[in-house]
């Protein structure tokens, strides 16, 4: 019988989940090929740790649909999701977690799900904005610590796109490998927990990404020596060039600029959010200044309200900040333009090395987020 003490009760959601489990497990080989391997490494019972790479949307789905339990995952929600992914979450239940600040409710809610033998998924690179393996996010060796739960690594292909393809039935590959329990974290004596659980965490993503395909696996970037650099003219209604004296400067131009050429994060406040930043996504098409103004004022007052911790839990607290700071001196520059009766023309550049294609690349013109589903 559970604990009347713990606020989070498991299992829940019975009826509801498994229906989505039988559903899935009926459609899922009709729309997609699957490669599943390990299943026999799933263990009897909790408290577990499930953890994978995260490239997509199909991980969730799969870990869901054919694990032989249901499973606590701990799912984004700083941002507000895709509508199917909010309908998908609300329907099966997840515990939201608000990611880049200490989120004691969602912590507190993992703990009691582990407390009465449950299992708890996650994926601790913590999202898919960048390429690449990102740094592991030692929660997970947090919750290990305290819990005493095991961990289990699951690797999966690239899913990106195979959502929207399986719908179109053209039944793409989709693998996922369950690879061998890993012993709970344990602080040993004279070592710095902080430093003990981050190392934990990058053995727990090391043992991941060992289950990964060799044709979906990413360890680095596909490009190296990437840099920007922002370049801000103004005109006069004929578009001839003007001197900008007492304007404004834009002292952060490198790190707007590469916010600029991140679509996953533009995606968001487009989509996600609502809000008015299309003129932002398509600088090399000359939007005006009366647009332009209300797409950075809108970014910053949600930066300021609503989500301090967007850009610096993905970027960096410098990074994010210089990228914050770059965009609030592009807006007031914006404010100078349409009070001086100018115009502007903003040129983010972004250049690198690309592997695959084995030579430089100048881009100018920004990418459009594809679909991650």
Avoid at 98 to 117: E, F, I, K, P, T
Avoid at 270 to 286: M, Y
Wanted: charged fraction near 20%.
């Amino acid at each position: 019988m559970t604990d009347p003490s713990h606020h989070l009760k498991v299992p829940r959601k019975r009826l509801a989940r498994s229906m989505i489990r039988l559903t899935g497990r009926a459609l899922l080989p009709l729309l997609f090929k699957l490669e599943i391997t390990g299943r026999e490494n799933f263990p009897q019972r909790g408290p577990l740790l499930v953890v994978g790479n995260h490239t997509a949307a199909m991980e969730a789905v799969l870990l869901n649909i054919f694990s032989p339990w249901q499973i606590e995952m701990l799912s984004a929600a700083d941002t507000p999701a895709e509508r199917i992914t909010e309908v998908v979450a609300d329907l099966y239940g997840v515990i939201p977690l608000h990611r880049g600040s200490y989120d004691r409710a969602a912590l507190s809610s993992a703990l009691d799900v582990l407390s009465q033998n449950g299992v708890v998924g996650l994926f601790p690179e913590g999202g898919i904005w960048e390429e690449g393996k990102k740094k592991a996010l030692p929660g997970i060796a947090w919750l290990s610590y305290r819990s005493g739960a095991a961990v289990l690594p699951v690797g999966f292909g690239d899913t990106s796109g195979a959502m929207n393809a399986g719908l179109k039935f053209k039944r793409p590959k989709l693998s996922m490998h369950v690879g061998k329990l890993l012993e709970p974290a344990k602080l040993p004596p004279n070592i710095a927990r902080k430093i003990y659980l981050q190392d934990y965490a990058d053995r727990v993503m090391e043992a991941v990404h060992e289950l990964v395909p060799q044709n979906d696996y990413k360890s680095e970037p596909e490009i190296v020596n990437e840099h920007f650099n922002l370049t801000v003219n103004i005109v006069n209604r004929e578009g001839t060039p003007l001197p900008i004296p007492g304007a404004p400067a834009i002292q952060e131009g490198k790190a707007l600029a590469k916010l600029l050429h991140r679509p996953a994060i533009l995606k968001i406040f487009r989509v996600n959010l609502d809000l008015p930043v299309g003129p932002l996504e398509n600088l090399a098409d000359h939007p005006a200044t009366e647009d332009l103004i209300p797409a950075c004022q809108t970014i910053l007052d949600y930066l300021d309200n609503d989500n301090p911790y967007l850009l610096t839990y993905r970027f960096g607290v410098r990074e994010g900040g210089a990228m914050k700071q770059g965009l609030s001196q592009l807006r007031d520059l914006l404010i100078w333009c349409q009070e001086h009766g100018c115009q502007i023309e903003i040129e983010a550049t972004r250049r690198y090395y690309s592997l695959k294609e084995g030579h430089e690349v100048i881009q100018t013109r920004q990418d459009i987020f594809q679909s991650w589903m």
